[in-house]
T-cell receptor
Framework: EAQVTQNPRYLITVTGKKLTVTCSQNMNHEYMSWYRQDPGLGLRQIYYSMNVEVTDKGDVPEGYKVSRKEKRNFPLILESPSPNQTSLYFC????????????FGSGTRLTVV | DAKTTQPPSMDCAEGRAANLPCNHSTISGNEYVYWYRQIHSQGPQYIIHGLKNNETNEMASLIITEDRKSSTLILPHATLRDTAVYYCIVRPGYALNFGKGTSLLVTP
């Protein structure tokens, strides 16, 4: 089944403890991105990647890192999480950015205490 | 980015067609119109997209006006499982600007 897989689905962590949210797609998509969703603010893009080793900042990149060493994987790294990063996170992938639909993962609900 | 305007909420009876409007009067000639939906807190789901011509797939139909300043997403036979927030998006770049969307409630 064509899909974007995120792990974990739920995570509670403490301030400052490094964590990684994994994202993997099995559709050979070149484009991948991360979004966060917060009440009243909607979905906002954190980072995106056009291809392997090519990444760029989205609208809200502060406090996050990403890497794209393989085409299928695009992990989101929080090196020192803070409570304001408590959010619902989605990974998405697509063949391209124009004229293609994006496939989203099921989401990761992160709570930082 | 072209901005979109959608009604905040709509109701539809189960089995009837749901017609969701979207205004995008500042759309540029090369910008596509995309529709997504999000059911509760699940990941957004791509529905359909179009540039100039009307489009249809297994989920929905997309009607784009000739001047491209507005469009309508049509769910031909709405079911309870179509209750969701529907987003109309027009963008030239890399990010999807989801906005607030239309909350569609399908009632029995």
């Amino acid at each position: 089944e064509a899909q974007v897989t995120q792990n974990p689905r739920y995570l509670i962590t403490v301030t400052g403890k490094k964590l990684t949210v994994t994202c993997s797609q099995n559709m050979n998509h070149e484009y991948m991105s991360w979004y966060r969703q917060d009440p009243g603010l909607g979905l906002r893009q954190i980072y995106y990647s056009m291809n392997v080793e090519v990444t760029d900042k989205g609208d809200v990149p502060e406090g996050y890192k990403v890497s794209r060493k393989e085409k299928r994987n695009f992990p989101l790294i929080l090196e020192s999480p803070s409570p304001n990063q408590t959010s619902l996170y989605f990974c998405a992938s697509s063949f391209g950015t124009v004229g293609y639909g994006y496939t989203f993962g099921s989401g990761t609900r992160l709570t930082v205490v | 980015d072209a901005k979109t305007t959608q009604p905040p909420s709509m109701d539809c009876a189960e089995g009837r067609a749901a017609n969701l409007p979207c205004n995008h009067s500042t759309i540029s000639g090369n910008e596509y119109v995309y529709w997504y939906r999000q059911i509760h807190s699940q990941g957004p789901q791509y529905i359909i997209h179009g540039l100039k011509n009307n489009e249809t797939n297994e989920m929905a139909s997309l009607i784009i006006t000739e001047d491209r300043k507005s469009s309508t997403l049509i769910l031909p036979h709405a079911t309870l499982r179509d209750t969701a927030v529907y987003y109309c998006i027009v963008r030239p770049g890399y990010a999807l600007n989801f906005g607030k969307g239309t909350s569609l409630l399908v009632t029995p």
